[in-house]
């Protein structure tokens, strides 16, 4: 008895953890898509949803290019440096700068091959992207720049996160908003689509400068671009990112492909009202999901080999994202008519029947993304890489297959979908390969939870006027009330609540 009493005080305790860590990284990562979201309201309305629709197939085609030739290194070099770091006696000793060096030096290579490759392939993108029309070439051959400036970025960070500066990684996010915020809104204002291109480079600039402006204060900025040394040391690290370059390859074309389905199918004003849609949704998810990488995914990596310990891991996550999210998702979902009205104006109010079925997707994902860091934990990129295409495929399909049937409805729907399907795919691979199994617990919250989630959807999709506004407060305060007892249940969070306000009376 009094072990069991142990394991379930080390349990409640990991609630705590969770929840701690989740409330630092989501703070961080809320309060900075605070500013970008002001931004992006800002930029909305000076360019409306044509130009946003460019701005995303823009920035789609950089993104694709980057993951394309950065050859994962963005990740694998985190892995590297930490290693080194683990080691050594001090953040900045000679095997950790060695290893900065042979990340640096990497970098600055691969991003003069994205820069080149983006700049090559610019009337094919040209026609890739606008149905044809080759009059945006020397526009995209203009953005080159940026496909280099986002790789060196990423090199830079990754020294960052590798050497654990963690708060220098905070800082980065909430300037970078800022700044981007102070510096493209100017050219939209003044030149309008015209001021696209500059503003999108001036952005890569900032933000690479803003990079090197942290970490170059912890490691002086050395590269050996051509020592045999350097360049052999760094096979390891490519070797390694190079599935992830795959994943990342697959999640930049999946995403492209839909905004050039959409664009060809319609107009940019659709591509702008899908990617403004899934920004404000990634932006909620941001606030739950934001210490995964962070916090999640070291402790799961230190007990990758003790498959009991890891499953109980899974699984606690697993439930605490459930409990967060539900709340936030109907909570979101009845207030989202609001939204383009205050932030982006009436052209962009059909994103609204798009986000309404695609965020129920945040519900499955929070049961999925816990245990797809299993094959991340234990080293096994073929495994993981194996999720990704299956999980880009399918999605890539719903979401084109949703939009031609059923407009942005369907689009929604298509993600909504895919968010299913992740969720089963990733368990099914879980089980077979890691033993891996949903607790009980997960189960009771799915089968509470997901009843309140279907009657928002009615709800939201069927009513209007007095009656929308009831049902949908009703069934926010019951998925609230649901969760907070969770949360009294299994952590501090309540008791510390009341204890301040005692205090404060």
Same mark, same amino acid.
């Given at each position: 008895m009094r072990q069991e009493q142990?394991? @379930?005080?080390?349990? /409640?305790?990991? !609630? /705590?953890?969770?929840?701690?860590?989740?409330?630092?990284?989501?703070?961080?990562?809320? *309060?900075?898509?605070?500013?970008t979201l002001l931004k992006v309201g800002i930029v909305s309305k000076l360019l409306g949803p044509i130009g946003v629709g460019m701005v995303d197939v823009y920035n789609r085609s950089i993104e694709l290019v980057k993951k394309t030739t950065d050859l994962g290194i963005s990740y694998s070099a985190v892995q590297s440096i930490s290693e080194q770091r683990h080691t050594a006696t001090? +953040?900045?000793? @000679?095997?950790?700068?060695y290893?900065?060096?042979?990340?640096?030096? &990497? =970098? *600055? &290579?691969?991003?003069?091959?994205?820069?080149?490759? $983006?700049?090559? *392939?610019? +009337?094919?993108? =040209?026609?890739?992207?606008? /149905?044809? @029309?080759?009059?945006?070439?020397?526009?995209?051959?203009l953005l080159s720049m940026a496909v280099g400036c986002s790789s060196l970025m990423g090199g830079e960070l990754a020294v960052l996160k590798g050497a654990r500066m963690l708060n220098r990684v905070a800082w980065f996010q909430l300037l970078s908003a800022v700044v981007m915020l102070v510096a493209v809104v100017p050219y939209y204002y003044f030149w309008g689509l015209e001021g696209i291109i500059p503003g999108l480079l001036l952005t890569a600039i900032t933000l690479l400068a803003l990079a090197c402006f942290h970490s170059f204060q912890v490691f +002086?900025?050395?590269?050996? *671009?051509? =020592?045999? %040394?350097?360049?052999? /040391?760094?096979v390891y690290i490519i070797r390694q990112g190079f599935n992830y370059t795959l994943a990342g390859f697959l999640n930049s074309g999946a995403y492209y492909l839909v905004s050039i389905y959409v664009l060809n199918q319609a107009d940019a004003a659709d591509v702008g009202c899908y990617s403004y849609g899934t920004l404000l949704i990634s932006y909620l998810s941001m606030l739950v999901f934001a210490a995964l990488?962070? @916090? $999640?995914? +070291? %402790?799961?990596?230190?007990?990758?080999?003790?498959?009991?310990?890891?499953?109980v891991l899974v699984n606690t996550q697993v439930e605490m994202l459930m409990v967060l999210i539900t709340p936030l998702i109907i909570c979101f979902a009845v207030c989202l008519p609001l939204a383009p009205r205050l932030l982006f104006g009436e052209s962009f109010m059909p994103l609204v029947d798009m986000s309404q079925w695609a965020v129920v997707g945040l519900? $499955?994902?929070?049961?999925m993304l816990p245990p797809a860091y299993l094959s991340l934990s234990k080293g096994e990129s073929l495994t993981f890489l194996l999720?990704?295409?299956?999980? !880009?495929? $399918?999605?890539?399909?719903?979401?084109i297959l949703g939009f031609r049937y059923g407009g942005m409805s369907g689009l929604g729907i298509g993600i909504l979908l895919s968010g299913m399907f992740d969720c089963l795919s990733v368990w099914a691979i879980s089980l077979l390969r890691y033993s891996f199994r949903y607790s009980l617990r997960v189960v009771r919250l799915f089968i509470t939870q997901l009843p309140l989630l279907v009657a928002m959807l009615i709800t939201v999709r069927l009513c209007s006027g007095i009656n929308y506004i009831l049902l949908g407060t009703l069934i926010t305060l019951l998925s609230t009330a649901y969760s907070l007892r969770f949360l009294q249940r299994h952590t501090n969070l309540v008791h510390r609540i009341t204890s301040k306000l005692k205090l404060t009376h």
């Open positions: 142990n394991n @379930d005080t080390t349990k /409640d305790s990991s !609630y /705590d953890g969770i929840l701690k860590y989740t409330g630092i990284f989501g703070g961080v990562q809320g *309060l900075a898509s605070l500013i001090l +953040p900045s000793s @000679d095997a950790v700068t290893a900065v060096k042979v990340v640096r030096s &990497w =970098s *600055l &290579w691969l991003a003069v091959v994205g820069t080149m490759l $983006f700049f090559i *392939l610019s +009337p094919l993108l =040209s026609r890739w992207s606008f /149905d044809g @029309d080759e009059h945006y070439v020397n526009m995209f051959r +002086p900025y050395r590269v050996a *671009l051509f =020592s045999k %040394r350097i360049i052999s /040391d760094g990488d962070s @916090d $999640f995914f +070291p %402790r799961l990596s230190a007990i990758n080999k003790q498959t009991s310990r890891s499953n519900f $499955f994902k929070a049961m999720q990704e295409v299956l999980s !880009y495929s $399918f999605m890539a399909t719903a979401m």
